[in-house]
């Protein structure tokens, strides 16, 4: 690794630490709230114990305890008294992590002014998710995608977490081998990644748009004034052997993985990853058609640029479905590409239900002709971890 490397890494660090080293505040208790259906279980037992049938997992449903003798609950405008639950459920609901406070003004402001509250200055008003726009809680995130997408994060306590990804945040199915595991901290997360081939060898024909990787590691770090600005540091710490350059670039391996020109020059490549990058997103978290979880993003990823949207669970004339668009429109090796996902939801019965969404994957770019076209067409998958019965 160059020197350089080294120093930013120390640079990175330093400042990191500057950020975690104060102790947190305790968090002043809520009391009027909205619950965020991230938790499908819990709001199903919710209406089964007041008799709603059917029981819709992503109802609305309000807790007001601000007076003792008057605690109620209220789901999809109907109110019932508080203390109707069992004493279980209702400390359930009391501790439960994701609520919209609704003694705050709402205003998608407060994405990048909320900080100004634990200043004691007039209250920010808060966006669709506090959670999501929190930089130490913002990489909670239950849905674990199949390939490509947000990560999948799990919150070991509050905002000290694992996260999992298939594929890069960007990708899109059949695209990449890449692959990674990362711990958060405070807004800090750092981890590894390595290479699974199984993602990218079920595709026969049109590969010189992939992106192939060895392993590394990285490490990124969210600016503490809302969830709107990280930037991270990734490298490549294992060189590609003469086995895998054949594996991924040899036509008789792989087909299509490098298109010539009709003069014997190379007109498309894959990009075989190598060296070290400066990695930032700047996002804005967004609640469009009452998705749980949704932004819009402008990143540069390994010297590419993005611009896109994800959102999770949208809801339109009855249908419930997950919806991700991605163009890269710059990149040093491949060409401009476009990837959308579409999963729908209420497909499955039972507990599949509202847990599992599955749809097309497509990626556009040119294609081995030079046209523009379909270079992948595949089915995707989200699980909605923890949400079943």
């Known amino acids: 690794m160059r020197k350089l490397d080294y120093l930013y890494i120390a640079f990175?660090?330093?400042?990191?630490?500057?950020?975690?080293?104060?102790?947190?505040?305790d968090e002043e208790p809520v009391n009027y709230y909205q619950m965020e259906p991230l938790d499908d279980s819990l709001f199903i037992q919710i209406q089964e114990a007041l008799f709603i049938d059917p029981p819709d997992p992503k109802a609305e449903i309000v807790v007001d305890v601000r007076d003792a003798n008057n605690q109620t609950i209220s789901i999809k405008g109907a109110l019932y008294p508080f203390l109707a639950l069992n004493p279980e459920l209702r400390a359930r609901i009391l501790t439960y992590p994701f609520k919209l406070n609704l003694e705050e003004t709402i205003n998608y402001g407060s994405v990048y002014t909320r900080i100004i509250n634990k200043l004691r200055f007039d209250k920010i008003l808060n966006p669709p998710s506090v959670f999501q726009i929190s930089p130490s809680l913002g990489y909670i995130n239950p849905y674990m995608q199949f390939q490509g997408g947000e990560r999948f994060g799990i919150p070991i306590k509050k905002d000290i977490g694992l996260s999992f990804g298939f594929g890069t945040p960007y990708s899109g199915a059949l695209e990449t081998n890449f692959v990674e595991a990362n711990f958060h901290i405070l807004g800090f997360r750092g981890g590894l990644f390595t290479a699974v081939d199984a993602f990218v060898e079920l595709k026969g024909s049109e590969n010189h748009n992939n992106l192939f990787v060895t392993e590394g590691f990285?490490?990124?770090?969210?600016?503490?004034?809302g969830n709107?600005?990280?930037?991270?540091?990734?490298?490549v710490s294992e060189d590609f052997s003469e086995t895998q350059i054949l594996k991924y670039t040899a036509q008789t391996v792989n087909k299509d993985n490098i298109i010539y020109n009709p003069d014997g020059s190379i007109k498309y490549q894959p990009y075989l990853l190598t060296g070290s990058y400066i990695n930032w997103e700047m996002r804005y978290?967004?609640?469009?058609?009452?998705?749980?979880?949704?932004?819009?993003y402008v990143a540069q990823f390994i010297d590419e640029w993005h611009i896109g949207f994800t959102g999770r669970e949208l809801a339109l004339a009855g249908s419930v479905f997950d919806l991700r668009f991605d163009a890269m429109f710059n990149s040093p090796v491949r060409q401009p590409q476009y990837v959308l996902d579409?999963?729908?939801?209420?497909?499955?019965?039972?507990?599949?239900?509202?847990?599992?969404?599955?749809?097309?994957?497509?990626?556009?770019?040119?294609?081995?002709?030079?046209?523009?076209?379909?270079?992948?067409?595949?089915?995707?998958?989200?699980?909605?971890?923890?949400?079943?019965?």
Do not use: C, H
């Not at 990175?12 to 505040?25: D, G, M, N, R, Y």
């Not at 990285?218 to 004034?225: G, L, R």
């Not at 019965?349 to 599955?358: G, K, P, R």
């Open 12 to 25: 990175v660090l330093a400042f990191i630490i500057s950020f975690v080293a104060p102790a947190q505040e």
């Open 285 to 296: 978290p967004v609640k469009v058609l009452g998705a749980t979880r949704g932004k819009f």
């Open 342 to 389: 579409l999963q729908v939801q209420k497909i499955f019965d039972y507990w599949a239900f509202s847990t599992i969404s599955i749809g097309p994957s497509v990626t556009m770019t040119n294609t081995k002709s030079g046209s523009f076209g379909f270079t992948s067409l595949f089915l995707n998958l989200r699980i909605k971890v923890g949400s079943s019965l």
């Open 228 to 235: 709107f600005f990280e930037i991270g540091y990734l490298s």
């Open 218 to 225: 990285q490490f990124a770090y969210v600016i503490p004034f």
